[in-house]
């Protein structure tokens, strides 16, 4: 390769105080430690030299038990993420009855949605003006407190009001779980961050067990509005209360275990050299690893201008992240091509489940099951989308593929999956559609997960991914409100689903960036 994309003519002159050597020749330097994603895009030349340095002590450092843990703790997120998506809707049922069937009865799915739209945006931008820490330590806290306040709510209103905070809380999870881990990877491991989504199937999954647990017995499940009280109807709490401390440990353990820092990369655009240095050097003190980087090799990279406003706090800091995002018109393609993403998926797949059971039973389909056999199926095909994400990783790093043609891959085999199901005749056909559509969406939903942070600049990462999520929740929302006022016997909405995710396929393959091979800037 001829040089390091983004480094300046005048940089392979630079001379460092004391005893240390020149710094390296773009050139020379590029092609030992590989090539920025963004290093081309970012229009802020001190940025991009000091992050191909801490790229470089990264990768020096390598994988090390803290990754591991970091790993373990931040796929909790992601269970946690998945796991209040399905929550709402496991208890919606129950819950309506013991409050009369009065009211919105997709109250709590646009409650939840409206909850982590809030929260992405929320957390989305405070995690890139005050820091990734706060809001990975508090945000789990957040979802386990409400989770177990809203197993005691009296009526149906106040229920939504409890699950709309869960998916506050919930809302950070994915955009910071994704953000921290990112921020530490070595650039050879980068594949992981799609494997992390397997953690999303365990939550679905545990979710389906607890659902499976509580919601069959009848001493704990009421049969009609009119014989319903909370004590012949606790199951749905039981529910509320059991998915609440779980989260309640995991956010306990995210504290004590992981004593997170602030990430670098974040801290390099604050200036804050020192504390870059510092945080490397404690990873590869404490796990006996190299680390070459010095404040004096940063410094001599000049000032970074281009990550935060004169006054952080204010309207104008929101305006640097956003903008940041459209830097280049090819930086300005990706982020709309990846909201697009998020936002055709955001309602495809909701919405296909939506209208599924009505198409089929006016197709004839008989899918007459137990309660007991009803639960136990959706736990299985929970358990399925655990494994798409392992696929999914090791497709995303083949060099044929990359993370592109592995989300054009998944989206394909969804659709056909999706079109297939609508001839599904019988309760054994619809469980093992649904465990295939489990397993093959997340291929798709997994790589786009990492993708996302992946191709973000790290000074306006959070914001991107959190518009992205909210692109998400918003259609979410409009999922539920065409459930409410069209047609679900209809076969149109089946086949419009199937082709957004062709189109959805169509758009991963023309994404600008392929990060297999580079390094996240």
Sequence with gaps: MPGAPGLGPDFKDVKLSGDESPMPRASEESSLNGEDILALQDLDPAMNRKMHLVNNAIDEIGWTPYHTKLFFLNGFGYGVDSLILLLQSVIAGPAFREFGGVGYDKGLTVAVYVGMLVGALFWGLSADIIGRRFAFNVSLLICSISAIIAGGMPNWGSLGF??????????????????????YLPSDKQWVLTLMAAWWGFGQAITGFIAWGFLVPAKWNCA??????RSNNMG???????????????SVL??????????????LGLGEDEKVVDTLRYLATKYSRPCSLTVDKLDACGVVTSAHSKNRFSLSETLVHLRGLFSTKKMATSTILIWLSWAMVGLAYPLFYVFLPSYLE?????RNVSTFDSWRNYALVNISSIFGPFLGAWLCNQPLLGRRYTMLIGALITSAFFFAY??????????GFGCAIGFSLNVYYGTLYAYTPEVLPSAHRATGNGVAVACNRIMGILSAVIATVANTRTSAPIFICGGLLVAMGIVSAIFPFEPYGRRSS
């Design 162 to 183: 409890f699950i709309a905070l869960i998916g506050f809380g919930g809302g950070g999870n994915l955009i910071m779980d994704t953000t921290v881990f990112l921020e």
């Design 224 to 229: 009609t509005p009119e014989t319903c009280t």
């Design 236 to 250: 749905w709490r039981y529910v509320m209360f059991t998915s609440g401390a779980l989260v309640f440990v995991l």
């Design 254 to 267: 995210r504290v004590t275990v992981i004593r997170l820092r602030e990430t670098p990369k974040y801290l």
């Design 362 to 366: 006016a197709r004839g389909a008989d």
């Design 422 to 431: 609508t001839s599904v005749r019988t309760a054994a056909q619809d469980a």
